[in-house]
């Protein structure tokens, strides 16, 4: 039997027609298809989705944990880049 | 029982999904990798919530009392009317993908035209069963065409589990008394017919598949008159422990 793995896919569901598709989680699977089905029956077998996206998680760049510090700490003393500082009158709804 | 040919009618239908449903359920922790097994367990689960409607409905045509738990749970061996393939055990997961694809090609032309019967209740469980099993029959054929195509190994035990099971497919289109009554009616399905396209489709995912279409003319039958082979006395051991052991327990 052979023991190699299948490659890893990340799943992506949309919950309702108007929603953005959400990451969910992962799974194995040997294609594209097969990554389809197995989503369908791993994440949306409660009724969860409406559509599905898969990727092979190699096609995914993600930013390196080791660099959080320049990337990401510079921007927590900026509160002034959050429109908070404005008067929003009554009547303006959802904001 | 005023409407005897009725009530076996719909066991006949309904026992097919409750033995195939417990034979998938065996491999509930136990599938090949995480994903299949899941996948293995929401069929298993599909064909167990069709067979309660069924149920229940054979209960209320039976009308002596005995509620869908206990049609389902508690006849005998040689009371259950599935066909011999679904009580067929999962010798591999080439063995489990033949069965479940050789049938999920019935099911899915049955239930069709089950959709057209002047029984109300029947064209309506039809009718919610049919997008289930149409899942059924893209996973189960998928696999097929995978395992056949895939490598050597693969193909030669996909070739060798629908070589075995195909024994099995013809009494699909038996008809039994309850069969040729309902037919009659204008409630049944006239499995007769079906026959030459379910071969015909068969065959062409097996040709897809690069397997052969094995060429045997000897079929096995018995299930539908509740002559089992020796596997079902074991299935429904344990598909009937508890309420043999704990008559009446409910959940």
């Not at chain 2, 994903?35 to 298993?44: G, P, W, Y």
């Not at chain 2, 309506?124 to 490598?151: M, P, Q």
């Not at chain 2, 070739?159 to 040729?180: C, G, N, P, R, S």
Request: hydrophobic content about 35%; charged content about 25%; proline content about 3%.
């Amino acid at each position: 039997m052979s023991t190699k793995n299948w490659p890893l896919w990340e799943i992506f569901v949309r919950s309702k027609n108007g929603l953005e598709h959400r990451h969910f989680g992962s799974l194995h699977a040997a294609d594209a298809d097969m990554a389809l089905e197995n989503a369908r029956d791993v994440y949306t077998r409660r009724n969860e989705g409406v559509s599905i996206w898969v990727v092979e998680s190699k096609h995914i760049t993600a930013s390196n944990p080791e660099n959080n510090g320049e990337l990401f700490e510079p921007a927590q003393d900026k509160v002034y880049r959050h429109p908070t500082f404005y008067d929003v009158p009554d009547e303006v709804k959802h904001m | 029982m005023k409407n005897e040919n009725l009530y076996n009618y719909i066991l006949g239908i309904a026992d097919n999904s409750l033995i195939l449903g417990q034979r998938l359920g065996e491999l509930t922790g136990h599938g090949p990798n995480l994903e299949t097994d899941i996948a293995c367990t929401n069929i298993s689960l599909d064909l167990f919530g069709q067979v309660r409607s069924y149920f229940q409905y054979a209960s209320k045509v039976a009308g002596d009392g005995r509620s869908e738990d206990d049609i389902a749970m508690l006849r005998k061996e040689r009371d259950y009317k599935n066909v011999l393939l679904v009580e067929q055990p999962n010798t591999n997961f080439a063995y489990t993908i033949a069965r479940q694809f050789l049938f999920d090609a019935y099911h899915l032309v049955f239930l069709r035209e089950l959709q057209k019967s002047s029984d109300l209740t029947l064209a309506a469980i039809a009718n919610k069963c049919i997008k289930e099993v149409s899942y059924h029959e893209r996973f189960s054929s998928d696999w097929v065409r995978r395992l056949g195509g895939g490598t050597e190994e693969s193909k030669s035990k996909m070739q060798e589990a629908i070589a075995d099971l195909w024994v099995y497919t013809d009494e699909l289109f038996h008809q039994t008394v309850a069969d040729k009554a309902m037919v009659a009616e204008g409630i049944g399905v006239d499995v007769t017919k079906l026959k030459e396209e379910y071969y015909n489709y068969v065959a062409g995912v097996l040709e897809e598949s690069t397997l052969e279409v094995p060429d045997i003319k000897f079929f096995q039958k018995g299930g539908k008159q509740g002559i089992h082979t020796e596997h079902l006395g074991y299935i429904l051991a344990e598909l009937q422990y508890m309420q043999r052991a704990y008559p009446n327990m409910e959940w």
